[in-house]
């Protein structure tokens, strides 16, 4: 019988990582989840009795922490998610962004080569594109980056160190996946991303405030992208190896305006005012042709689909106190 593979989800409590580790762990994967649990640790509680569930409570930024999950478990492949999220966060914690984003970063790729891991995944983003030289166009993985956020910056400067700067191995296999902007319900609720935070001021009947109305982004459920982590794990290594994709759907590019307009269907007497301001520099529409091409991605979560269960959660108060800072990541 062969051994189950062992996968280390550094942030697994977290927004994105807490729906990955309750995935993997339905595809018979032994999870070790890394966390120094800044936001707490209620989203790994559902799992806690799982069988093949570990959790280790560490910081990527202590490299003893990281030796410890390797002289304790044989790694098969790492997911890296943990990292200072967004550009406010980034702005306002630059130290710590540098030292988590960037140092504890290169010292977990360096300490996964190490250990023989065989994989590893990067969360990267799609504002590493800045702003679209052609309006009209769309970005693709091979377009120029430009990255306007030290958050993007250090996200750009990690993926060129894991494709480009290591000496590449065919033992080691990493992959950089651009994630759209994110939405959508997850054990870790949050309320300070776009589409979330959009209707669920609106479902609570307050008026809102809309700036660069016309700025275009890609958007992508949060359980989607666990989906998009667990293909890249099972693909073949030659298709994912030292190659980034874009991860999301490129019918889902929206303007904040579009993003309104699908609320305003399920919200229909919202009020919204829009404020003209361009001090947003990103502005992108991106092609997700290659994922669905070369790996056979599709999602299954639209915009519309993320605003009915965020509604949902608001209108049922499955949440005491949905204006709690607990919920934003500054």
């Known amino acids: 019988m062969t051994r189950s593979k062992s996968i280390l989800v550094t942030g697994g409590a977290g927004y994105i990582g807490s729906p990955l580790v309750r995935l993997l762990l339905n595809n018979n994967y032994n999870v070790i989840t890394l966390d120094n649990l800044m936001f707490g640790g209620e989203t790994i509680l559902g799992v806690w009795h799982h069988p093949n569930f570990r959790f280790v409570h560490g910081d990527i930024n202590n490299p003893d922490d990281i030796k410890t999950v390797f002289d304790e478990y044989k790694i098969d492949a790492v997911v890296h998610l943990a990292a200072i999220v967004g550009d406010p966060a980034c702005s306002r914690f630059s130290e710590m962004a540098h030292k988590t984003n960037w140092e504890g970063s290169v010292n977990l790729v360096e300490q996964s080569i190490e250990n023989n891991v065989e994989r590893f995944i990067f969360a990267s983003t799609c504002s590493n594109y800045g702003k679209m030289s052609d309006p009209e166009s769309y970005v693709t993985e091979s377009s120029p980056l430009s990255p306007v956020s030290l958050y993007a910056e250090l996200k750009v400067k990690f993926e060129n160190f894991i494709l480009n700067e290591i000496d590449q191995s065919t033992s080691f296999c990493p992959t950089a996946l651009r994630f759209a902007t994110v939405y959508g319900v997850s054990p870790r609720v949050r309320f300070d991303l776009t589409v979330n935070e959009f209707t669920k001021e609106l479902a609570m009947g307050r008026s809102l405030e809309v700036f660069g109305k016309d700025f275009w982004r890609p958007y992508c459920h949060v359980y989607d992208f666990a989906r998009a982590m667990l293909l890249v794990l099972k693909r073949e290594k030659e298709k994912v190896a030292y190659n980034v994709f874009n991860v999301g759907s490129t019918e889902e590019n929206y303007q904040k305006q579009m993003l309104i307009d699908e609320i305003k269907?399920?919200?229909?007497?919202?009020?919204?005012?829009?404020?003209?301001?361009?001090?947003?520099?990103?502005?992108?529409?991106?092609?997700?042709?290659?994922?669905?091409?070369?790996?056979?991605?599709?999602?299954?979560?639209?915009?519309?689909?993320?605003?009915?269960?965020?509604?949902?959660?608001?209108?049922?108060?499955?949440?005491?106190?949905?204006?709690?800072?607990?919920?934003?990541?500054?």
């Open 265 to 330: 269907e399920q919200i229909p007497h919202a009020k919204v005012r829009y404020i003209q301001k361009n001090e947003d520099p990103r502005d992108y529409r991106v092609n997700f042709d290659k994922i669905k091409n070369e790996l056979g991605f599709e999602i299954t979560q639209r915009v519309a689909d993320g605003i009915k269960e965020i509604k949902y959660l608001i209108d049922h108060k499955v949440l005491l106190n949905p204006d709690d800072p607990k919920y934003k990541n500054v």
